[in-house]
């Protein structure tokens, strides 16, 4: 009987502390969202002095996709346009794919990279490479699977200039085949909302900052004045890194949604998404077993054992239990609705959820046990991961 009720009052308070974690997590990021503005809804007309921009893409074995993503930049509806694409080593035919399309167009220039520096990370060093080469008043750094509509790159530089913007990065629409992709991406995308809080990376008095691969365009200026990529060479989770210094140092940023402008085919199947975030889930804990290990149990608590709770409680502990539950179901669907996914694949959101914490652990676990990382092909010794620290 003690044990038992000493369950039931353990229960109980646990389920007020996580309905009020929805209640106030869920509000918070369902209206800061919406103040989050669409690209497609920023005008493309006001513009009469074009700023110079140069778009850098780092490309490694991109056979795949290289040609249809440079297409849809060279076909920018924007007259001030410098394309730089720097090969980073490839062995699958990028290359001769790269040189065929630059002899076709003067302002798209291709340059190879047959070695890589120590201490950098061939991303990196590649997308550094490409900044030295360019001459825009802006860099944007572009993924080689990116496609953007032809009024996506005036748009953006439009809505910087009249917000007096440093940096803007895009969420670019994704779309995914498959049930369960879809389920993992949609508990990925909750958890990185409302971690990130991005709608606060235009507040100058927050220290949220947001950056995304996809599409990241920065003021050249303030690209150098903060380190370039030279003060994040060693980090996989670069795009994240490069907007945490850009935001210390003063610097303006905001972020847009990209649906209907911008997409990428980021992961065909849970597979390739468990390969992809083995290089930098471990990395968005500074590679510290403890901060997993906090996060986990925190994930467990607050987002699976609910779906247990309201099993094994009885009465008011149940109650709030499922009054939880609704919350979190509305600001799920909320969500999948405002981004465009199926609001349906939230039902699979506690083993979906279990899913993305064994990709954090395998992450985790494979970087402990190799020291280190393998990206493209590359090992990356953990030390030095560590070591450059931001």
């Known amino acids: 009987m003690i044990y038992d009720s000493l369950f039931e009052n353990i229960s109980f308070y646990l389920a007020v502390l996580i309905l009020l974690f929805y209640l106030v997590a869920g509000i918070d990021a369902f209206f800061g969202a919406r103040t989050i503005k669409f690209l497609r809804n920023c ?26 993503a440079l297409q849809s930049v060279l076909s920018q509806d924007y007259p001030a346009l410098e394309i730089i694409v720097v090969d980073d080593r490839s062995t699958d035919g990028t290359s001769a794919i790269l040189d065929r399309i630059s002899l076709k167009h003067a302002h798209l220039k291709s340059y190879h990279i047959s070695d890589l520096p120590e201490g950098w990370l061939g991303k990196n060093h590649a997308l550094f490479f490409g900044s030295g080469k360019a001459s825009g008043d802006y860099l944007l750094f572009m993924d080689a699977d990116v496609l953007m509509a032809p009024t996506t790159i005036i748009r953006t530089i439009g809505f910087m200039i009249e917000k007096r913007l440093d940096h803007v990065t895009l969420f670019p629409e994704l779309p995914l085949k498959g049930i369960l992709l879809n389920m993992v991406v949609g508990v990925f995308a909750i958890l990185f909302i409302l971690f990130t809080r991005p709608w606060q990376a235009k507040n100058p008095s927050s220290a949220k ?12 200026k303030v690209y150098r004045e903060v380190g370039s990529h030279q003060a994040i060479a ?9 907007a945490k210094l850009i935001k210390k140092k003063g610097f ?23 390969q992809g975030l083995e290089k930098n889930a471990f990395a968005s804990f500074n590679y510290h077993l403890s901060g997993v290990i906090v996060a986990t149990a925190m994930n467990l608590l607050m987002f699976v054992w609910p779906f247990i709770g309201i099993v094994v409680t009885s009465g ?7 009054a939880a539950l609704g919350i979190l179901a509305l600001f799920y669907v909320a969500n999948a609705t405002f981004q465009g996914m199926n609001p349906w694949y ?18 985790t676990l494979n970087t402990l046990l190799k020291k280190g990382i393998v990206w493209r092909g590359t090992y990356y010794s953990l030390a030095k991961l560590k070591a450059n620290k931001v």
């Open 43 to 68: 005008p493309a007309e006001k513009m009469r002095v074009f700023p110079r921009v140069s778009v850098v893409i780092a490309a490694r074995n991109e056979r795949r996709h290289i040609e249809t």
């Open 209 to 220: 900052h947001i950056g995304i691969g996809a599409f990241n365009l920065v003021r050249a």
């Open 234 to 242: 060693m980090r996989p989770d670069d795009d994240m890194k490069l």
């Open 252 to 274: 303006r940023q905001d972020c847009l949604l990209g649906k209907g402008m911008v997409s990428v085919e980021w992961y065909r199947s849970v597979r390739e998404l468990i």
């Open 316 to 322: 008011m502990t149940q109650l709030i239990y499922m």
């Open 346 to 363: 939230g039902l699979g959101f506690p083993v979906a959820n279990l899913i993305f914490i064994y990709i954090l652990w395998v992450s």
